[in-house]
């Protein structure tokens, strides 16, 4: 699966642009400095003030550097402003060269502090040098060429200088913090939910840098020797801006488990994208859903159930591969972040491993529960190119995963009724039904002495762009999107009126109509089916209702009431798909079925495969110690034809009956078998012969 054309061309320029744009800023930065100290040497000039001012701008940068080292934190991103303080009043009074080497001395001593950040400080000095540069300048703009043999030394430090500080701050921040967003962009080019809060920190820190910076100037021209005790606004300033950080990443944080929450998860992925997409490598997102879970809070207490997402939270931290990351997005719902995969399928055996690890048994209180997990797994870039995309994807896996209770799924774009190409279908087959433009085919049900005993009616759709849409495609698009009670409803009223019809020609055969669990959990879904029957004259016994046994899994109680009820009604049920789902004798026993399909996966191979021969065999003889009805579905050949009839089978569906058709053809084809039955076509050639053998010689047969 790959991405969309229009994505894929941005994915590529990104990933030529992107990694080349903090080196073009280093490199931008090593002229300028190169520069700025050969044109500095070539003049003689001083590269920075010597005597008692220059003694306490060291100790004050030394203080500074001393006090970010101890701040363990990001230089830039946690907020940090007072290097540019310092950086900005020396470039006030002795230019940009001196100001430079500040700023660099902060960068480089702390970088050498964290050298496991050495890549990042060299980027950042790169920046804090641009910006500097771009601040000079906006001095140079204004009139303003301080040099550290000839400073700058107003008249007065008062309203009229605050034209060139507001250029100079305004300028160092424009260009430093653009440069610095640009080489950490995400992938889609926005501006990360998370990352807004930035913005107004440095506005703080723009404000902070046009109060002090002046400040500091003016001291050092008047008072040097106090210069060391500016050192107390500074790290205040720096403070400030941690704690306002601090209590940004708590609103990042899940309350009760102390993991991440969504906030934070989409930030991390956008950030996790950029670099895979750096590296040309893959990234996963696991979404993980606890199952039943909301049983545990009805049956013990939130209480309890909070308890138990607390050892769920631990158990799942201790079972997360190097380098991934956790979080909770709500309820019972987790999400990891695998930055690095190498595969779509070393992203499904990490979640599956998970999943193993979640579903195994939990104590509280010396009462032991097993909760079982379902995940959906989205990978970059091959499901998407962003954050929210990713998430969502994994989100439509997931769900994918508990409706077939299968643990685990990778996304499939062919099974998310969500895609464009898909909502477009939705779109279109809504508008069909209004129209009445879709239509039922019906496939007949025979038994083996020839009396049909039935008709399937099967839905059929015939887009005026696309052709005939497979049945698979657009029966999964309705029950992703909430049109399946629609489409069941069109579905029963079109079957039904044409039981009517044929019952007048003396037609009476039953019709099986499918639905599906979301039909059957519907509130008042009996009573309906009761009143359409009435209204069109039906007999409840010409009605059959095909469900799957997967109508248990979510809501069994509701399901039970409901099938109890159109039993009530006289309406007869078929277990269609037997042997496919994962409980199937349980749920056997709870449904009030008269009637069991046997899946053509175990039909098709039944004359070469002995293991499917078993299966059909066991089934037939469960089935038959219940008193219920066994049809074979996909019957294609007389061979299957004759092994089902030895092994006890009581009807057949499938080509070698007849495909689905129209109402008309279904119509003469009733007709045509009404007084003999069906005859395998074998069967008719044999009888002809034989009549045709018992005739005198010369009789001719009107």
């Not at 590296?279 to 909070?306: C, E, M, Y």
């Not at 029963?492 to 009126?497: D, G, N, S, V």
Request: aromatic residues 4%.
């Amino acid at each position: 699966m790959k991405p969309t054309d229009s994505a894929a061309p941005a994915s590529r320029l990104r990933r030529l642009v992107v990694p080349a744009l903090p080196a073009a800023i280093v490199m931008a930065a090593g002229v300028v400095l190169a520069a700025g100290v050969l044109h500095s040497l070539g003049d003689g000039e001083p590269l920075f003030p010597a005597g008692a001012i220059g003694w306490s701008l060291a100790v004050l940068t030394g203080v500074i550097v001393g006090h970010l080292v101890a701040l363990g934190r990001d230089r830039w991103w946690g907020g940090t402003g007072s290097g540019a303080a310092l950086a900005l009043a020396v470039l006030l009074l002795y230019g940009w060269v001196p100001a430079i080497l500040v700023s660099l001395s902060v960068v480089v001593l702390v970088g050498a502090a964290r050298r496991q950040r050495w890549r990042q400080a060299v980027v950042h000095g790169a920046v804090d040098l641009l910006g500097i540069g771009a601040a000079a300048l906006g001095l140079v703009v204004c009139g303003v060429q301080p040099s550290v043999r000839r400073p700058w030394t107003p008249d007065a430090w008062d309203l009229s200088v605050l034209p060139e500080v507001l250029v100079m701050a305004g300028s160092y921040l424009l260009v430093s913090r653009g440069l610095l967003w640009c080489s950490r962009l995400p992938l889609g080019g926005g501006l990360p939910a998370i990352a807004r809060p930035a913005v107004v920190r440095q506005a703080l820190v723009g404000i902070a840098l046009v109060g002090i910076s002046p400040l500091i100037a003016v001291c050092a021209v008047g008072a040097p020797l106090l210069l060391p005790l500016f050192a107390v606004p500074l790290i205040a300033l720096d403070s400030t801006l941690w704690i306002a950080r601090a209590r940004a990443e708590e609103q990042l944080r899940d309350p009760l488990t102390g993991l991440p929450n969504r906030q934070w998860l989409l930030e991390r992925t956008w950030t996790a994208l950029d670099e895979a997409e750096r590296a040309g490598t893959r990234a996963a997102l696991v979404l993980i859903d606890l199952d039943r879970f909301r049983s545990v809070n009805d049956t013990l207490g939130h209480l309890a159930g909070d308890r138990l997402l607390l050892q769920i939270a631990d158990r799942l931290r201790h079972a997360l591969p190097r380098g991934a990351e956790a979080a909770r997005l709500g309820g019972d719902e987790f999400a990891v972040l695998l930055p690095a995969t190498d595969s779509l399928t070393s992203s499904q055996r990490v979640a599956r491993n998970l999943v193993a690890a979640l579903s195994s048994p939990l104590d509280l209180d010396g009462l032991t529960l097993v909760l079982e997990a379902s995940a959906g797994v989205a990978v970059f870039p091959e499901h998407a190119l962003d954050a929210e995309g990713l998430l969502r994807r994994a989100d439509v896996a997931m769900y994918q995963a508990k409706r077939d209770r299968s643990g685990v799924e990778l996304y499939e774009a062919k099974r998310d009724g969500n895609t464009p190409d898909r909502l477009g279908l939705l779109g279109d087959l809504r508008r069909a039904l209004d129209a009445g433009d879709v239509e039922l085919h019906y496939q007949p049900k025979v038994r083996f002495d020839g009396h049909v005993s039935g008709l399937e009616a099967l839905v059929r759709w015939v887009h005026p762009d696309r052709g005939r849409v497979p049945p698979d495609e657009f029966i999964a698009i309705a029950e992703s999107s909430g049109l399946m009670p629609r489409l069941t409803e069109y579905v029963l009223e079109t079957a039904l009126a044409q039981v009517a019809r044929w019952r007048a020609m003396g037609l009476e055969v039953p019709v099986a109509v499918n639905v599906s669990p979301r039909d059957v959990h519907s509130p008042g879904f009996a009573g309906a089916v009761a009143a359409r029957l009435a209204r069109h004259r039906v007999p409840p016994g010409a009605l059959q209702l095909e469900i799957t046994e997967h109508v248990l899994l979510e809501d069994p109680q509701r399901a039970a009431d409901t099938l109890a009820g159109l039993t009530a009604h006289g309406v007869k049920m078929s277990l269609d798909d037997f042997g496919t789902g994962y409980s199937s004798l349980v749920h056997l026993r709870r449904l009030p079925v008269s009637e069991l399909k046997i899946d053509r996966s175990f039909v098709a191979r039944l004359a070469v495969d002995t293991e499917d021969a078993e299966i059909v065999r066991c089934t037939l003889d469960l089935a038959h110690s219940l008193g219920l009805l066994v049809v074979a579905e996909g019957v294609e050949d007389d061979e299957t034809w004759e092994r089902l009839r030895d092994l006890g089978c009581d009807a057949v569906q499938g080509w070698l009956v007849a495909a689905a058709m129209p109402p008309d053809e279904t119509t003469a084809w009733l007709r045509a078998r009404g007084e003999h039955g069906w005859r395998r076509a074998s069967e008719t050639s044999a009888l002809t012969a034989e009549k045709a053998a018992e005739r005198p010689s010369g009789q001719v047969l009107n």
